[in-house]
């Protein structure tokens, strides 16, 4: 119970495996892991606690953190965009519940300990809403702050939540607190763009047509982009994503003048990531088959983000433009695994 642990949920997702390997590339032992299915076989040995758990099983939450002392908390368990939209009450029971739970056990541990929680959690950029393409083509670099008003379920169970942090960061039980007293919960939270993984396949995320594109063309499969060539949304590989998660929690806390930082690194349109796919792969077939209701939602995101914030307070940089993410660590690994 003295020795501090690290709690990762939704640990077989895509960020999850990536954290997971960078956390034991760097040494940490003392991981439990959880998804709601059995840990897969690649990330086991890398955890000294692998299991399955849903984040709805209140009790059995309230076991580990009764078992092990957990001194941060990688919440990454979620149901995303699309299938968020067609199943809004598991979307909300996950997403929203879920977090409770763990905010919740994060705050008994707290007053059990007198030591706050870091409890870092990715959101996204689906909490904005872009009333129309004209307002979006004119927006520029989208703050944390403008056109929060999101339309999705996925969308607006992340912004509840982002909200839930920042209560239990900053105003729970604020009748007691004493001058500059710790934060009940150390809420840190990003928003992630779309986000692109050669390791993993891509998870039904709104975004996913720039990585299931690179996918099908490495399969030689025929792909149908359920979006327009024009369309745009801000992305990031993987390797910066788990850089940006680390960052924050690693962040001096005193340099912290917000819970919620944007973070993104380049802004494709459809038809760029095309090109550069039938560049890499000149076999590819691509056609582009607008979905309506896909189109709607990343129509309604924002083409571009303003990180500068993140920049300020914790050093934010990400490693990788466009052409590096495409050409020295999306293609040669994609080409890799069909090989």
């Known amino acids: 119970m003295n020795e501090d642990y690290i709690l990762i949920t939704g640990a077989n997702g895509e960020v999850g495996h990536g954290l997971i390997n960078h956390l034991a590339k760097v040494g940490h032992k003392k991981i439990i892991a959880f998804s709601r299915s059995p840990l897969s076989e690649e990330l086991r040995p890398m955890v000294s606690n692998p299991m399955a758990m849903d984040v709805q099983d209140r009790e059995g939450l309230a076991e580990l953190f009764e078992n092990f002392n957990i001194t941060t908390v990688y919440h990454l368990a979620s149901?995303?965009?699309?299938?968020?939209?067609?199943?809004p009450v598991l979307a909300h029971n996950i997403n929203v519940n879920g977090t409770m739970n763990l905010l919740?056990?994060?705050?008994?541990?707290?007053?059990?300990?007198?030591?706050?929680v870091k409890f870092i959690y990715p959101s996204s950029i689906a909490v904005h809403a872009i009333p129309n393409l004209t307002v979006k083509s004119e927006a520029g670099k989208v703050k944390e702050y403008d056109y929060v008003q999101s339309t999705t379920m996925y969308g607006i169970n992340k912004l509840y939540c982002e909200n839930l942090g920042r209560y239990f960061n900053n105003y729970y039980k604020q009748l007691n607190y004493a001058p500059n007293e710790?934060?009940?919960?150390?809420?840190?939270?990003?928003?992630?763009?779309?986000?692109?993984?050669?390791d993993t396949m891509p998870t039904g995320g709104t975004s996913d047509y720039g990585p299931?594109?690179?996918?099908?063309?490495?399969?030689n499969k025929h792909y149908n982009c359920f979006v327009r060539p024009d369309?745009?949304?801000?992305?990031?590989?993987?390797?910066?994503?788990?850089?940006?998660?680390?960052?924050l929690h690693a962040a001096?806390?005193?340099?912290?003048?917000?819970?919620?930082?944007?973070v993104t690194s380049f802004s494709p349109t459809a038809q760029e990531i095309c090109d550069v796919t039938k560049a890499a792969f000149p076999n590819a077939t691509i056609d582009f088959v607008p979905d309506v209701n896909r189109q709607g939602i990343v129509d309604s995101w924002p083409a571009d983000i303003d990180d500068s914030a993140a920049r300020k307070d914790w050093d934010w940089e990400p490693d990788y433009n466009f052409d590096r993410a495409i050409n020295e660590y999306l293609i040669p690994a994609i080409r890799q695994r069909y090989a």
């Open 79 to 87: 149901i995303l965009s699309t299938k968020g939209e067609h199943d």
């Open 252 to 262: 001096d806390r005193e340099r912290l003048t917000q819970t919620v930082y944007n």
């Open 104 to 116: 919740d056990l994060c705050v008994k541990q707290m007053e059990k300990t007198g030591r706050p």
């Open 182 to 198: 710790r934060p009940y919960v150390d809420f840190r939270a990003l928003r992630f763009p779309g986000l692109i993984s050669a």
């Open 231 to 247: 369309s745009t949304l801000p992305f990031m590989v993987m390797p910066d994503a788990i850089k940006s998660l680390v960052m």
């Open 212 to 219: 299931e594109m690179i996918h099908a063309a490495a399969s």
